[in-house]
């Protein structure tokens, strides 16, 4: 692992960041590539050493050209960043630029820094979009909100530029159902799951990171991929939410080993939701 992690550049609820010192033990030794099927804000994809082969997935595509512009584009990125302004019109107007037909004409750095700029400048820092796919957060009323983070995206862009001897790419970037990137798993490979959360009550779900949310019937078929990826002798760390239900779906001891630990959640609407909150980590490394 890494000495100093690189800080993610997005806010993101169920951000691993409070919860590394408990990730990064769990981690076991592995010769192949690390797989990360739900990237988010990369907390932990961070955290591994650069010169590890990486496979980075998310399902949301914007999020991955955010990923793919740090990288090709940095300097680009950073100076399209500093345009952006801080008031509640001028991030309306930005925020509306996906209700325009000509949003996708738009160029990949200036998609990506609109991206990084409402995340950082939004309510909470939540990312949700509506049924359309249309961001819809509202303005987060921050004195000195900092969008530019020239130092963060600057060593990202360094780590996503690291290539292997062959001159590829040693973190390669992908958009897709995290089952695209688990089916290419093999035996020396370490697969890391940060799924959506489920709910820990009918209240209190998680922001929608994809328009058609990410519900128990998907919990259940996730469980199923680590299940088939243990048959396959392929170490696998989760993490979720404390609930009855995860606690059931995952209740095999022949397959699944659980921890219970408690973290500060950083993204909330309330200040209640902020306080320390159960959650899990659980691994199959008993089972392989």
Not at 93 to 107: G, L, N, Q, S
Not at 166 to 188: E, I, N
Not at 205 to 227: C, H, K, N, P
Not at 250 to 262: A, M, Q, S
Request: charged share 25%; hydrophobic share 35%.
């Amino acid at each position: 692992m890494t000495d100093s992690p690189i800080r993610p550049f997005l806010k993101w609820a169920g951000g691993k960041r409070a919860l590394l010192p408990e990730i990064l033990p769990q981690v076991p030794r592995f010769n192949g590539n690390y797989i990360e099927p739900f990237l988010g804000a990369g907390t932990v994809l961070f955290a591994m050493p650069v010169e590890t082969k990486k496979i980075a997935n998310d399902f949301n595509h914007d999020l991955i050209e955010v990923y793919e512009t740090i990288r090709d584009f940095r300097d680009e990125l950073l100076n399209e960043l500093g345009r952006h302004k801080n008031t509640k019109e001028y991030f309306l107007e930005v925020r509306a630029w996906d209700r325009k037909d000509d949003f996708i004409r738009r160029t990949p750095v200036e998609r990506a820094a609109r991206f990084i700029f409402l995340n950082r400048t939004c309510f909470n820092g939540l990312y949700r979009v509506n049924s359309k796919g249309q961001f819809n957060v509202p303005f987060g009323n921050y004195n000195k909100p900092d969008w530019v983070l020239t130092k963060t995206i600057s060593d990202a862009s360094a780590f996503l530029n690291h290539k292997q001897k062959s001159g590829s790419f040693t973190t390669t970037l992908r958009s897709g159902d995290y089952r695209d990137s688990t089916v290419m798993a093999k035996k020396d490979d370490f697969v890391y799951l940060d799924p959506p959360y489920d709910p820990v009550n009918a209240t209190s779900s998680f922001v929608a990171y994809q328009s058609d949310g990410f519900g128990r019937d998907d919990q259940i078929a996730l469980r199923d991929e680590v299940v088939r990826l243990t048959g396959l002798g392929i170490p696998v760390l989760l993490s979720n939410s404390d609930t009855t239900f995860i606690r059931e779906i995952y209740g095999d001891e022949t397959h699944f080993d659980i921890d219970f630990v408690k973290v500060s959640r950083a993204i909330g609407a309330s200040s209640s939701s902020r306080s320390k909150a159960s959650e899990v980590l659980i691994n199959n490394f008993g089972a392989i």
